[in-house]
T-cell receptor, first 114, second 117 residues
Framework: AQSVTQLDSQVPVFEEAPVELRCNYS??????LFWYVQYPNQGLQLLLK??????LVKGINGFEAEFNKSQTSFHLRKPSVHISDTAEYFC????????????FGTGTQLKVEL | DTGVSQDPRHKITKRGQNVTFRCDPI?????LYWYRQTLGQGPEFLTY????????KSRLLSDRFSAERPKGSFSTLEIQRTEQGDSAMYLC???????????????FGAGSRLTVL
């Protein structure tokens, strides 16, 4: 079945260090890809999206992601994290044949430490 | 417009009771979605409306679940005869017409957390 895979359930990182949150999808054709962030007791907020065009996508709060079709990946990166980036991050995609169903990964908990 | 609103934010109920959640989407959005999120998991699609028409339903939406969007504005999600396995966060999202086929950008509400005792 087509799916979205987030390889790391938790990523601890020190403040001001770089971070990469990994996301792979299981489709061999073009997809639409998203990263959402969820702070405690809140809904999901869109960080960035890839629909077409440049494979490097910049989002809010200094995050960026790169669409890599050959590796079916859409990893999220930030060069220097802040304590306030501590949250759950979800990769999501519309997959071929999935209709209007946005499919989410299981999430990565980013914990930024001093 | 303050975004997508969900009510109540928290609901604690006893097994076997019925519960109803309400979602008010962004006013200019004609598409509305319900998702369910359990602890440690990503949101799972339940159902989707375009205006008042319910166009897609997940297998997760058993006969005990029913969703409506009678006037194409707010929506309700009702769970009848609740079970402990229904305990989850129920998320509502809305979107306008897609930029291109399939590329709906969803705006989520804060969610309604259900605890079934």
């Amino acid at each position: 079945a087509q799916s979205v895979t987030q390889l790391d359930s938790q990523v601890p990182v020190f403040e001001e260090a770089p971070v990469e949150l990994r996301c792979n999808y299981s489709s061999s054709v073009s997809v639409y890809l998203f990263w959402y962030v969820q702070y405690p007791n809140q809904g999901l907020q869109l960080l960035l999206k890839y629909l077409s065009g440049s494979t490097l996508v910049k989002g809010i709060n200094g995050f960026e992601a790169e669409f890599n079709k050959s590796q079916t990946s859409f990893h999220l990166r930030k060069p220097s994290v802040h304590i306030s980036d501590t949250a759950e991050y979800f990769c999501a995609a519309y997959l071929t044949g999935g209709g209007n169903k946005l499919t989410f990964g299981t999430g990565t908990q980013l914990k930024v430490e001093l | 417009d303050t975004g997508v609103s969900q009510d109540p934010r928290h609901k604690i109920t006893k097994r076997g009771q019925n519960v109803t959640f309400r979602c008010d989407p962004i006013s200019e959005h004609n598409r509305l979605y319900w998702y369910r999120q359990t602890l440690g998991q990503g949101p799972e699609f339940l159902t989707y409306f375009q205006n008042e028409a319910q166009l897609e339903k997940s297998r997760l939406l058993s006969d005990r679940f029913s969703a409506e969007r009678p006037k194409g504005s707010f929506s309700t999600l009702e769970i009848q005869r609740t079970e402990q396995g229904d305990s989850a966060m129920y998320l509502c999202a809305s979107s306008s017409r897609a930029d291109r086929a399939g590329a709906n950008v969803l705006t989520f509400g804060a969610g309604s957390r259900l605890t079934v005792l």
